[in-house]
C-alpha cells in the first residue's frame, strides 16, 4: 500500500529541496582559537533527509557545528561540503540562533525585511508576510514592535523570518531552550511543517522530549568529537557510549 503523501505547503516549500544539498559533511574539520581547538579532526556525514538533532552537553562544539554549516565561521583546516559542492549556499539556509536578534521594527517589519533581501518582489511581500504570521499565530501582533514581543513570540518570528526566504536547509540552535510547553509545541509545528515541506533541517537542542517527538537523527557530541549517529528512537533509548549514557541520564561527566 502507498504511505499518504504528505499536503504541499507551498509558504514553507524550499526555492531547491533539502535534498539536493546532501549530504552535509564534515572532513576533518577543525577549529581553534588560539591553542584551543573545540573541534579537532571532526568527520561527519548527514546523508538522511528529515530532522538531525545535534545533542551533546555544554561546550561539547554542537553550536560551533552548526555555524560551520551556516557559513558564520570557517574551519582552520578541513572542509564543510553540501552535497556537491564546497561553497556555502547561504541564500538557501535559514538560521535562527538561541537567543533571537530582531531588528527594530514592526512585527510585520521584521518578515517584509526579511522577504525584501531575499528578492522577493514587492507586492507579493505584504501577503507572504501575513501568511507567515497566520502560520506562525502572531498575525494578531502583525505592528506591534518586534523587541516587545515574549520570548516565545520572538523566537517564533526569528522562525518565521528564517522560512520566509524558503530555504533548502534549517538551522535552529536551540530553538525552545526556556519556553514553556505551549510555545514549545507551536515551535515544533512550525519546524515539522518545514521538514514536511522538504526542508532539510539541523537542529540542537537538550530537550529529550523534544528530540523524541521531532528528530529522526540524533549526532551526539562530546568535547568536539562525533561518537554517535544513529536513528533518534535508537539513540534516545539505548545509546552506545558511555558519555552518551551519561549525558541522558543527566550524570555528570567529567571526561
Ligand atoms: N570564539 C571563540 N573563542 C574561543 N573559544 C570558543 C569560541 N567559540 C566557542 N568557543 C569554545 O568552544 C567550545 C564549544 O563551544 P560551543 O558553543 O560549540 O558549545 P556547545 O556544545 O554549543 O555548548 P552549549 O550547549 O553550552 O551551547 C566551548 O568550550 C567554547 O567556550
Redesign the pocket.
Same mark, same amino acid.
Given at each position: 500500500m502507498l504511505s499518504p503523501q504528505p499536503p504541499t505547503d507551498a509558504l514553507v516549500t524550499p526555492l531547491i529541496p533539502g535534498s539536493g544539498l546532501l549530504p552535509l559533511a564534515f572532513d576533518e574539520v577543525t577549529?581553534t %582559537? /588560539?591553542q %584551543?581547538s +573545540?573541534?579537532n579532526g571532526v568527520s561527519l556525514r548527514i546523508a538522511s533527509p528529515g530532522i538531525t538533532a !545535534?545533542m =551533546? +552537553?555544554?561546550?561539547? =562544539?554542537?553550536?560551533?557545528?552548526? /555555524?560551520l554549516l551556516g557559513g558564520l !565561521?570557517e574551519p582552520v583546516s578541513g572542509q564543510v561540503r553540501f552535497g556537491e559542492q564546497n561553497r556555502v549556499p547561504r541564500g538557501h539556509i535559514g538560521y535562527v540562533f538561541?537567543t533571537p536578534v530582531l531588528l527594530r521594527r514592526s512585527v510585520k517589519g521584521n518578515l517584509l525585511h526579511a522577504l525584501k533581501l531575499a528578492g522577493v518582489a514587492r507586492p507579493e511581500r505584504k501577503e507572504r508576510a501575513s501568511a507567515l504570521l497566520k502560520m506562525g499565530e502572531l498575525h494578531h501582533l502583525a505592528d506591534n514592535p518586534a523587541r516587545s514581543l515574549s520570548g516565545g513570540e520572538k523566537q517564533r518570528l526569528a522562525l518565521l523570518r528564517a522560512l520566509a526566504c524558503k530555504p533548502a536547509l534549517l538551522l535552529l540552535?536551540?530553538p525552545s531552550a526556556s519556553l514553556d510547553p505551549q510555545a514549545t509545541f507551536l515551535i515544533e509545528s512550525l519546524v515539522s511543517r518545514a521538514s514536511r515541506a522538504g526542508v532539510k533541517v539541523v537542529l !540542537?537542542s537538550?530537550d529529550q522530549g523534544q528530540m523524541g517527538r521531532l528528530a529522526d537523527e540524533v549526532v551526539f557530541?562530546h568535547k568536539?568529537r562525533v561518537l554517535e549517529q544513529c536513528p533518534a528512537d535508537v539513540f534516545l533509548k539505548s545509546p552506545e557510549s558511555r558519555q552518551a549514557k551519561a549525558y541522558l541520564s543527566g550524570q555528570l561527566l567529567l571526561d
Amino acid at each position: 500500500m502507498l504511505s499518504p503523501q504528505p499536503p504541499t505547503d507551498a509558504l514553507v516549500t524550499p526555492l531547491i529541496p533539502g535534498s539536493g544539498l546532501l549530504p552535509l559533511a564534515f572532513d576533518e574539520v577543525t577549529l581553534t %582559537f /588560539r591553542q %584551543f581547538s +573545540p573541534l579537532n579532526g571532526v568527520s561527519l556525514r548527514i546523508a538522511s533527509p528529515g530532522i538531525t538533532a !545535534i545533542m =551533546g +552537553p555544554n561546550g561539547a =562544539g554542537k553550536s560551533l557545528m552548526l /555555524r560551520l554549516l551556516g557559513g558564520l !565561521i570557517e574551519p582552520v583546516s578541513g572542509q564543510v561540503r553540501f552535497g556537491e559542492q564546497n561553497r556555502v549556499p547561504r541564500g538557501h539556509i535559514g538560521y535562527v540562533f538561541q537567543t533571537p536578534v530582531l531588528l527594530r521594527r514592526s512585527v510585520k517589519g521584521n518578515l517584509l525585511h526579511a522577504l525584501k533581501l531575499a528578492g522577493v518582489a514587492r507586492p507579493e511581500r505584504k501577503e507572504r508576510a501575513s501568511a507567515l504570521l497566520k502560520m506562525g499565530e502572531l498575525h494578531h501582533l502583525a505592528d506591534n514592535p518586534a523587541r516587545s514581543l515574549s520570548g516565545g513570540e520572538k523566537q517564533r518570528l526569528a522562525l518565521l523570518r528564517a522560512l520566509a526566504c524558503k530555504p533548502a536547509l534549517l538551522l535552529l540552535d536551540e530553538p525552545s531552550a526556556s519556553l514553556d510547553p505551549q510555545a514549545t509545541f507551536l515551535i515544533e509545528s512550525l519546524v515539522s511543517r518545514a521538514s514536511r515541506a522538504g526542508v532539510k533541517v539541523v537542529l !540542537i537542542s537538550h530537550d529529550q522530549g523534544q528530540m523524541g517527538r521531532l528528530a529522526d537523527e540524533v549526532v551526539f557530541v562530546h568535547k568536539g568529537r562525533v561518537l554517535e549517529q544513529c536513528p533518534a528512537d535508537v539513540f534516545l533509548k539505548s545509546p552506545e557510549s558511555r558519555q552518551a549514557k551519561a549525558y541522558l541520564s543527566g550524570q555528570l561527566l567529567l571526561d
